[in-house]
């Protein structure tokens, strides 16, 4: 990567300045109804709650992009949109992250790293089907995972901070986090773009 830790995280809270409440607004709903489905019907409200986590992640995608507000009616009309590719690309995501962990637990985290773009390219790529924009993370991030988990370990005094509020804190952290994270996918296929115009 070209930028630091420092300079992506900079980015990141610069693009939510003005916009981080509404981000935070937009994942907190998620969580609660995420968290909530979880207790019942064995999980399947939770497994239903997937596409809300992909508008989530779409939003602050579009955010870092183009400043264009975060809105928790996108949490919704995702169902009504986009609702086969919502839902299978992070339910894919999370069973294949989950037999990978059955291994063991290293192996599994190095595959979530490989997987962690997937939703960004199914929403830039909508042409692609669901394996496909996983396969395309996976190709996307070759020999840049340790990058982007270098950026996660760089949030580790946020995050004991966090877990000093009994975890309360974690609700607050996400937004920035997951800014960091879109900045990160921006600088890297902005770099893959302009590896292939140098090649051509």
């Excluded at 019907?41 to 997937?50: D, N, V």
Aim: a negative charge; one cysteine or more; charged letters at 15%.
């Amino acid at each position: 990567m070209k930028s630091t830790c420092k300079e992506l995280r900079n980015r990141a809270w610069e693009s939510l300045r003005g916009m981080y409440w509404p981000v935070f607004l937009m994942f907190l709903v998620y969580i609660i109804i995420a968290g909530a489905g979880s207790s019942f019907s064995f999980g399947l409200l939770a497994l239903l709650a997937l596409p809300m986590g992909f508008a989530c992640d779409v939003a602050v995608l579009n955010l870092v992009r183009q400043r264009q507000r975060p809105q928790v009616e996108n949490l919704f009309s995702i169902y009504r949109t986009n609702f086969e590719k919502a839902f299978l690309v992070p339910f894919l995501v999370q069973l294949f992250i989950s037999l990978w962990c059955l291994l063991l637990i290293v192996p599994g985290i190095i595959m979530a790293y490989a997987y962690s773009m997937a939703i960004y390219v199914s929403n830039d790529h909508p042409e692609l089907s669901s394996m496909e924009a996983i396969r395309r993370s996976k190709e996307l991030m070759r020999g840049h995972k340790w990058d982007l988990f270098v950026l996660d370990l760089s949030f580790i005094g946020w995050i004991l901070l966090a877990i000093f509020t009994g975890g309360i804190g974690i609700f607050f952290l996400l937004p920035y986090i997951e800014a960091a994270h879109a900045e990160f996918y921006r600088e890297l296929t902005e770099q893959v773009e302009d590896a292939q115009v140098v090649n051509e």
